[in-house]
């Protein structure tokens, strides 16, 4: 980390807001805290970061710290491009007030802001849609969970009545369809609404959040032992990645290392879950692209990395890897060449799958300028993982902010000045359909198998993990957790309280961030062509839902 | 793609060309490796300093002393962490068995004294006649819808798993369909979160005599870690009434299947 780039960062936002700013406060090594005296210059602050200084918006997290002598804190995080730094735009706003919408300038803020207005009740002056987001239609709109004067088992009582207005798209043949929330085939619940004009969609808005489960409130009254049971829960198939960043939030906090071998455990597990997940998603766009044979072959595989998961894990979904301070259970001598032997027998078949997929036109046609998306909506949207690197942006947070035992793995990593030039181009040929998703699932897979054996190939003799984490953390203290799973970033803002309790636990997944994309990636493909770009794109709904 | 020390595989043929990866009998445990989290079960009455200890590091509650100062494990709340064998080995066992789905909920729990609620039924017995069984009822065939109430996706997973190659339940004449009208059996997963609690009582309404409630994973048994707050109800059976229980975190393929066969056995 780069002490003189905090220093050039920190001088620039204060030549521009020296008055407005009460303190820069840099934390947990790769954070920059700037906190501003009051709420009024939140949006010149924040657009000055996302554009002067070439930052994404990551998250916004609300706390309620009214307890502990403050008011409810805003906290906007950013991202510089290309850097091992965050930058935390830190304001206090009054107790049932509201704060200025920044959703006009930074287009990723809208959710955010919508969501903190329904588990808050805080309200963001300026932003355009005033529905309600996560507690639906049938919900009081005087009921804010996160609050901490709400009982997390309080059952409110439910107004079946009211009704979510829609976007209507009015004209001459256009139909509206309403699909959702029980889909057709197994999978999580959501509500599309298209609009269409014959067979071509001119519209669809998402209606999210069905499965809301109250993870976040749920966590303040857990043990934070407990706390990773949860975290892996968040979303099945990311339970790895989930558990492992609110682990690294909570190692942070604690100010200790845990050994590296349950570093390197954690990292052969976290791609062995991007493997078997990539594998699943393949095998689905097979399926939706009308190609039985192709997905009964990839489930083969997929079910074969499963029973591989057991083995090492016992737990088909890698449940119950991560402990905090390290992990679990070892890896034995036995169970390393297990993992060499399937993975190597599943990339020898997966080769021969691919090579039988790529000669079919019929398959290949139906994924070309299938489901496109823009690169100015995938960065506006501030995307992450395959959605955004399918159109050539160049993130993955495993080597913008290395975290665990990466920094030691050869991560997309260019050794001579021509690889990083031909990689660059070969960037921006990307189309960002879902063809170019289908091309770098396959690429991720194989990059998975290397840094597998990579590790394993240098497993150091080390204790499992560190015990004395879970006796150093210090109340009110926080800190950001953060890993790449196969569907992009997934950020953990954690903030403890008294007694190793949880004060706070923000958690944002990828799909948060990918979910609207999918309103633009459809727009003039065909209805048929939904599921194969919305299997193509990966979305998760628990994992955004919460 | 590069490929990293690829292996051929010697013990089938080529992927592509048509060798059967079909189970025989999906239920054997043979497959089934020694450190898979499956079901817990007492090696000896704890001490009373352990049953005070289990009851405060279990996550869900599962374990409780009743009122007949019986010490029990309720498997319809069990994860399958594996925090209580961690603590206590001489007296808690997680064996690598899952644990077997029910009728009534009150057969998941299970007393410390030995006495063992859940029957020991071999698999193969109520396999054999299953196809039989969905004969006689259905006419060859079991449609089945899913639908998540709320489920973190863990669950799905392994129901997906059931289509493939591997478990192929559609060989049993057992299907999935698109429309709760088409359902004989309604598979619900996830702690029934609130915002799908319209949905899910519409779903149920929505399909034809007889309906069977099948609920699966921990989550929809009795609301799993999620438990009971202002965002869930607590299990599926506040809102439908459920004829089998699937307990596990998720439960494995052969757990559902087990399960499938069970909810058949019922209405026969």
Redo the contacts between chains.
């Keep these: 980390m780069n002490s003189e780039n905090q220093n050039n960062l920190t001088v620039k936002i204060l030549d521009q807001f020296q008055s407005k700013i009460s303190e820069i406060l840099p934390c947990n090594s790769n954070e920059i805290h700037i906190l501003l005296n009051d709420n009024n210059s939140i949006s010149d602050i924040c657009t000055f970061i996302h554009s002067n200084l070439d930052a994404r918006l990551v998250m916004m997290v609300c706390s309620d710290e009214r307890r502990i002598g403050k008011k409810f804190v805003l906290r906007y995080i950013f991202e510089r491009k290309n850097e091992d730094i965050f930058l935390i735009v830190t304001a206090d706003i009054q107790e049932n007030g509201s704060f200025p919408s920044i959703a006009s300038q930074i287009s990723s803020a809208y959710l955010y802001e919508r969501e903190i207005r329904d588990m808050f009740g805080l309200l963001p002056k300026g932003n355009p849609d005033v529905r309600p987001l996560v507690l639906h239609e049938h919900w009081d709109n005087q009921i804010h969970p996160l609050r901490k004067d709400f009982d997390l088992n309080n059952k409110v009582p439910l107004n079946t009545e009211n009704d979510y207005q829609f976007l209507t798209v009015e004209g001459n043949e256009v139909t509206q369809i309403p699909v959702g929330p029980v889909h057709a085939g197994i999978i999580e619940p959501g509500h599309f609404r298209f609009s269409t004009m014959g067979e071509i969609i001119i519209n669809l808005e998402t209606k999210l959040f069905y499965t809301h489960k109250g993870i976040e409130k749920l966590a303040e009254k857990m043990k934070i032992e407990d706390a990773v049971l949860l975290s892996e829960r968040i979303a099945g198939d990311e339970s790895v990645a989930n558990s492992m960043a609110f682990c690294q939030a909570v190692e942070k906090i604690s100010e200790l290392k845990i050994p590296k071998r349950a570093e390197q455990i954690r990292v052969v597990c976290a791609e062995l879950e991007r493997t078997y997940n990539h594998l699943g998603t393949l095998a689905g766009i097979s399926t939706d692209a009308g190609f039985a044979f192709g997905a009964s072959r990839l489930n083969i595989l997929k079910e074969k990395m499963m029973q591989l998961n057991e083995k090492i894990a016992g737990s088909r979904i890698l449940f119950g890897v991560n402990i905090i301070g390290g992990v679990r259970s070892d890896i034995s001598d036995e169970q390393k060449n297990t993992i060499l032997n399937t993975i190597g027998e599943v990339s020898y078949d997966f080769q021969q799958v691919l090579e039988m997929l790529r000669q079919k036109s019929s398959f290949v046609d139906r994924l070309k300028n299938t489901g496109t998306i823009q690169r100015k909506d995938a960065s506006d949207l501030a995307t992450v993982g395959i959605t955004a690197r399918c159109v050539g942006i160049d993130i993955d947070t495993r080597k913008d902010h290395p975290y665990s035992f990466y920094p030691f793995l050869n991560v997309n990593k260019f050794k001579t000045p021509y690889k990083q030039i031909q990689h660059e181009v070969e960037l921006q040929k990307r189309d960002g359909d879902a063809l170019a998703r289908f091309d770098l699932r396959v690429e991720e897979i194989s990059d998975s198998v290397l840094l597998i054996h990579e590790t394993l190939d240098d497993l150091r003799a080390d204790s499992l993990s560190n015990h004395k984490v879970i006796e150093n953390l210090r109340p009110y203290r926080h800190a950001l957790g953060y890993c790449e799973s196969h569907r992009g970033q997934t950020l953990h803002w954690v903030m403890m309280g008294e007694n190793n309790s949880i004060y706070r636990y923000k958690v944002r997944t990828a799909s948060f961030c990918n979910w609207p994309t999918i309103e633009q990636a459809v727009l003039n493909d065909i209805v048929a062509d939904f599921p194969l770009v919305n299997k193509s794109l990966d979305l998760s709904y628990s994992g955004n839902d919460l | 793609?590069?490929?990293?020390?690829?292996?051929?595989?010697n013990h089938k043929g080529?992927?592509?060309d048509n060798s059967i990866?079909t189970q025989k009998d999906p239920l054997s445990e043979i497959?089934?490796?020694q450190?898979?989290?499956g079901r817990i079960v007492f090696r000896a009455e704890p001490s009373q300093h352990a049953k005070e200890m289990l009851e405060d590091i279990c996550?869900t509650k599962a374990f409780e002393k009743s009122q007949m100062r019986q010490f029990s494990v309720d498997h319809g709340k069990c994860?399958?962490?594996?925090?209580c064998s961690d603590k206590f080995p001489e007296f808690i066992n997680i064996e690598n068995k899952f644990a077997r789905s029910v009728k009534n909920r009150d057969s998941l729990i299970e007393i410390s004294t030995g006495e063992k609620t859940i029957s020991d039924k071999p698999y193969e017995e109520i396999g054999h006649d299953l196809k039989n069984k969905i004969q006689k009822l259905f006419g060859r065939s079991l449609a089945i819808r899913?639908?998540?109430?709320?489920?973190?996706?863990?669950?799905?997973?392994?129901?997906?798993?059931l289509?493939?190659?591997?478990y192929d339940i559609e060989r049993f004449g057992i299907s999935?369909v698109?429309?709760?009208r088409h359902a004989d059996v309604l598979l619900v997963t996830?702690?029934a979160?609130?915002?799908?609690?319209?949905?899910l009582k519409r779903?149920y309404d929505a399909m034809p005599d007889p309906k069977i409630v099948v609920a699966v994973g921990a989550c929809a048994c009795s609301g799993?870690?999620?438990?009971?707050?202002?965002?869930?109800t607590g299990g599926i059976d506040k809102i439908v009434p459920v004829d089998v229980f699937i307990p596990g975190?998720?439960p494995?393929p052969q757990a559902l299947i087990y399960g499938l066969f069970l909810a058949l056995n019922k209405k026969i």
């Design positions: 793609m590069k490929i990293h020390n690829p292996i051929k595989n080529d992927i592509l990866y497959l089934i490796p450190y898979y989290r996550p994860i399958t962490c594996g925090k899913q639908i998540d109430a709320g489920s973190c996706n863990g669950c799905e997973i392994e129901i997906t798993a289509n493939n190659p591997i999935f698109a429309s709760p996830g702690p979160s609130r915002n799908m609690e319209i949905a779903t799993g870690i999620f438990g009971d707050t202002y965002a869930t975190c998720p494995r």
